[in-house]
């Protein structure tokens, strides 16, 4: 099973040796897969004199007036790039403060290629989960019931009674725990890929590019997650695999209520049996 990993960074990241170590611990047969560097960063020198497999592609920050120019802003520019370099058909892409866990391609090879959009489970440092499964304004979620229109916060019905996070109205984003090929088919059309991470085919990225006229931090994921599952005729096939995971390398704000579909419940923080400790034992015995 072929790769091309595809990571966006920008000068002032410390994360990206960290990032390219978790994809080299894979074990991958070096004819397998290759490692796309956009952006520019200090260590990415260093990186290539070790690592043979990586191509870097540099990035003039200032080709455009750019809002979050601190932080690489024209990412969606950045993404597009990698899928027009991309050698191999399976993407992953990634900003570099994602890693992968020792499995991950273990995983992936027992899940299969069946899929034109991938996601697999990612886990903010906490151990909890973060944005792998989302969906956005799903009406039969009773998200409305939890939503108070006055003084627009989520409330969830916690011991405290306390006040979940502020959520502005039209973003009421869920992350699925017991997620499965049966919920993503019925709510497809208000699935949101969150553009921290993701794995899709090139032919896929061909066809629904970013919006280049989007920055960081302007929608840029969900507009194309839109675009991407309205379309009807092209059905893209969306699927989650359960055998891999992913972490953040550093904090990152939720966003978002986790809630668990077979039972109904929202929740403030991630059930113990979700986070990372249980679900690497569960792939462990799957693997």
């Known amino acids: 099973m072929k790769f091309t990993f595809g990571i966006i960074t920008y000068e002032g990241s410390p994360h990206l040796s960290k990032c390219i170590e978790s994809i080299i611990w894979q074990n991958i047969p070096e004819e397998l897969f290759e490692i796309i560097i956009i952006g520019n960063n200090p260590s990415i020198d260093k990186l290539m004199i070790d690592h043979k497999c990586i191509k870097h592609f540099s990035f003039d920050e200032n080709e455009r007036y750019l ?127 969150s553009g921290g991470y993701w794995v899709a085919k090139k032919k896929i990225m061909e066809l629904y590019p970013l919006d280049e006229n989007l920055m960081r931090a302007q929608g840029e994921d969900v507009e194309w997650s839109q675009r991407l599952f309205k379309d009807e005729e092209n059905n893209i096939k969306y699927r989650f695999n359960h055998y891999s995971i992913n972490k953040t390398n550093k904090g990152k704000r939720l966003s978002a209520a986790y809630y668990e579909y077979k039972t109904k419940k929202f929740s403030q923080r991630c059930p113990k049996h979700f986070c990372i400790k249980e679900t690497r034992k569960k792939i462990s015995n799957l693997l």
């Open 67 to 193: 809002r979050n120019i601190a932080e690489g802003g024209w990412i969606t520019r950045k993404k597009n790039l990698i899928t027009k370099n991309a050698t191999f058909d399976n993407i992953v892409y990634l900003h570099d403060y994602y890693i992968f866990e020792k499995r991950w391609y273990e995983g992936f090879i027992k899940f299969g290629e069946d899929w034109d959009i991938c996601m697999n489970y990612i886990f903010l440092p906490t151990g909890q989960r973060f944005r792998d499964y989302v969906t956005w304004d799903v009406p039969e979620l009773n998200f409305k019931d939890k939503f108070n229109e006055k003084d627009g916060y989520l409330h969830i019905n916690t011991r405290k009674g306390s006040i979940f996070e502020k959520i502005r109205k039209d973003h009421r984003v869920t992350i699925i725990l017991d997620i499965d090929d049966e919920f993503i088919n019925k709510f497809k059309k208000n699935s949101y890929v």
